[in-house]
């Protein structure tokens, strides 16, 4: 089972809202990502992050902003959420070093945040 | 950039069978591919990871199998159980992340 909660689960807001979804791990991965996938969709990327101080954009252009204080944790913020933001974002971790066999890349995933904004 | 293309229509086979999934890209042969299940409403789940020089790996029920040539990977379950129904992704690195397919549902039937 990955160590990598989302909080909250499910949040439904009405337009104008500033909202954070938090993300926390405690696999002490250096690397973060942040996903949105809709129903019957790939996930896209939108932001990713290499370890503190360090955050990208991803391939999917995306209006919220994220921050890497600490290694565990890797917020996402929404200044003024709109409906076009409902979605289902997802949080994942991965650790680039030999204790994954030395394989790059395996990513240990939250159970999502299912965001709708009304 | 990669484009990964799985079947689209759910995969429906009875208790017992093997089910076989399909993963075919396009542009270049990354240096591995990896598989996942996804619930729903919940994040992905690893399965397997196969480098470009394996052609095949296993991990107790489960098979994968790579073809740089084909630019395809299949990912088998054999004695398939109603408990394995769920949606399975491929993905391909791609430098600094992943880039997942739509995946393929499977449901079986007791």
């Known amino acids: 089972e990955a160590d990598i909660y989302q909080t909250p689960r499910y949040l439904v807001i009405g337009t104008g809202k500033k909202i954070t979804l938090e993300c926390s791990q405690t696999?002490?991965?250096?690397?973060m990502y942040w996903y949105q996938q809709d129903p019957g969709m790939e996930l896209h990327l939108i932001h990713y992050?290499?370890?503190?101080?360090?955050?990208e954009k991803g391939d999917l252009s995306s209006e919220s902003t994220v921050s890497r204080i600490r290694t565990e944790h890797f917020p996402l913020t929404l200044e003024s959420a709109r409906p076009s933001h409902t979605s289902q974002y997802l949080c994942?971790?991965?650790?680039?070093?030999?204790?994954?066999?030395?394989?790059?890349?395996?990513?240990?995933f939250g159970a999502g945040t299912r965001l709708s904004v009304l | 950039s990669q484009k990964i293309e799985q079947n689209s229509e759910a995969l429906n086979i009875q208790e017992g069978k093997t089910a076989t999934l399909t993963c075919n890209y396009t542009?270049?042969?990354?240096?591995?591919l990896q598989w996942y299940r996804q619930d729903p409403g919940r994040g992905p789940v690893f399965l397997l990871l196969?480098?470009?020089?394996?052609k095949e790996k296993r991990k107790e029920r489960l098979k994968v199998t790579f073809d740089t040539t084909l630019k395809q990977s299949l990912f088998h379950i054999t004695a398939s159980q109603p408990a394995d129904s769920a949606t399975y992704l491929c993905?391909?690195?791609?430098?600094?992340?992943?880039?997942f397919g739509k995946g393929t549902s499977l449901l079986v039937t007791p």
């Open positions: 993905a391909l690195n791609s430098g600094y992340a992943l880039n």
């Open positions: 542009n270049y042969s990354p240096a591995y």
């Open positions: 992050s290499y370890g503190v101080n360090s955050t």
């Open positions: 696999m002490g991965h250096d690397k």
């Open positions: 196969i480098r470009e020089n394996e």
């Open positions: 994942a971790s991965s650790d680039m070093g030999e204790s994954s066999g030395g394989a790059k890349n395996i990513q240990y």
